[in-house]
């Protein structure tokens, strides 16, 4: 059974810093494409980082310098380091496995408010 475990969402202020995690079981970590996904009320889910197999990386314009993404294959864990949060960053953020098929997380709620 495959299961993609987030967590490290949080409440923070503008101008911090949060760390996501996730955590896969039941695939062969090493091979899937790995990617945070995020969804805010009213809009549609969209990417905001990827990691491929050989760790090249991919972010969305709206985070690029702000947010890294990194994988650790030993662990089966991707991460999504962010730096300098706004407002605009509020969303559930989602993990995501891609090898044939994909597979999400349940999300994780960002809320960046003062």
């Known amino acids: 059974q495959v299961q993609l475990v987030e967590s490290g969402g949080s409440l923070v202020q503008p101008g911090g810093s949060l760390r996501l995690s996730c955590t896969a079981s039941?695939?062969?970590?090493?091979?899937?494409?790995m990617g945070w996904y995020r969804q805010a009320p009213g809009k549609q889910r969209e990417l905001v980082a990827g990691?491929?197999?050989?760790?090249?990386?991919k972010y969305a314009d709206s985070v690029k310098g702000r947010f890294t993404i990194s994988r650790d294959n030993a662990k089966n864990t991707v991460n999504l380091q962010m730096n300098s949060l706004k407002p605009e960053d509020t969303a559930v953020y989602y993990c995501?496995?891609?090898?044939?098929?994909?597979?999400w997380g349940q999300g994780t709620q960002v809320t960046v408010s003062s």
């Open positions: 039941g695939i062969a970590f090493n091979v899937f494409e």
């Open positions: 990691i491929t197999v050989d760790n090249s990386t």
């Open positions: 995501n496995a891609k090898f044939v098929r994909s597979y």
